[in-house]
């Protein structure tokens, strides 16, 4: 069997209220070559029954695995193992694809990496470490509020919109996936070590890629307190910097507990 151009991934736990306009927008891609996993970790509500009630609709191309994990990185590197397509995206259980995002990667990746030209039924030269990724929509309730993109070239200063990027199966085989001791700040962690180490090319793709609603982990003070510590690692900020955003942030819970009582 031929191996797909595009794995999807989507990491879930009890993700019953917002999984299924995910799963619909891999379902309507119009971009087909794809294989989808989904990695769940061991739910407890009806995220299951939804998930399996899609099942029939992906006509094979949906492989479904559910265990407990140690938290959404060790997921994420669960799936990436599993995968088998060439380019490898991860789009999360409460976020969700625009429906040419597969479309739009793929023709990025044959204008950028088919060394000899767009017909990949020739035996084309491809490069094997390449990131290609894209524009994010934000929402807050639903309702649109940016649209965001950072290039890669100050990747560290910013962080370019993870949820946008198909990675190639070689980066994660060559290189490695993410780092489980982070409980929100692997991906920047990755994408820093990547970008530093490694002969990776990163290519921006101007068109909207994900869809991804403001909150969670990421939007915490814990989310802040990591990605200073790792951004102090790659030499992005000072120790004293770091310090300050750590201070800062732990200011901010303190202010925002206040508020709840």
């Not at 407890?44 to 029939?56: K, M, Q, W």
């Not at 929402?139 to 962080?159: A, C, P, T, V, Y």
């Amino acid at each position: 069997m031929a191996r797909p151009l595009f794995t999807v991934i989507t990491v879930c736990y009890n993700s019953e209220k917002t999984i299924e306009r995910t799963l619909q927008s891999v379902l309507d891609q119009t971009e087909q070559d794809y294989e989808y996993l989904i990695i769940d970790g061991a739910s407890t509500d009806g995220t299951l029954d939804i998930v399996r009630r899609y099942e029939p609709e992906f006509g094979g191309k949906l492989h479904i695995f559910s265990e407990k994990d140690n938290g959404i990185y060790d997921a994420m590197n669960k799936g990436i193992a599993k995968a088998s397509g060439e380019l490898i995206g991860l789009v999360n259980s409460d976020d969700y694809y625009e429906l040419d995002a597969l479309e739009n990667m793929k023709k990025a990746y044959l204008e950028n990496v088919a060394c000899k030209g767009n017909d990949t039924s020739q035996d084309v030269d491809l490069k094997r470490h390449i990131i290609l990724y894209g524009m994010q929509r934000r929402l807050r309730g639903g309702e649109e509020i940016e649209i965001e993109f950072i290039n890669h070239r100050i990747l560290g200063e910013s962080m370019i919109c993870h949820p946008t990027c198909f990675v190639s199966r070689d980066v994660y085989g060559d290189f490695g996936a993410y780092d489980t001791g982070y409980q929100s700040a692997a991906d920047l962690d990755f994408l820093l070590r990547i970008k530093r180490t490694t002969d990776t090319v990163f290519i921006p793709v101007y068109h909207i890629i994900s869809n991804f609603e403001l909150g969670g982990m990421s939007a915490s003070g814990r989310g802040a307190r990591e990605a200073a510590r790792v951004r102090c690692k790659y030499g992005v900020y000072s120790r004293t910097r770091m310090n300050y955003v750590i201070l800062q942030s732990r200011i901010i819970d303190f202010v925002h507990w206040l508020k709840r009582k």
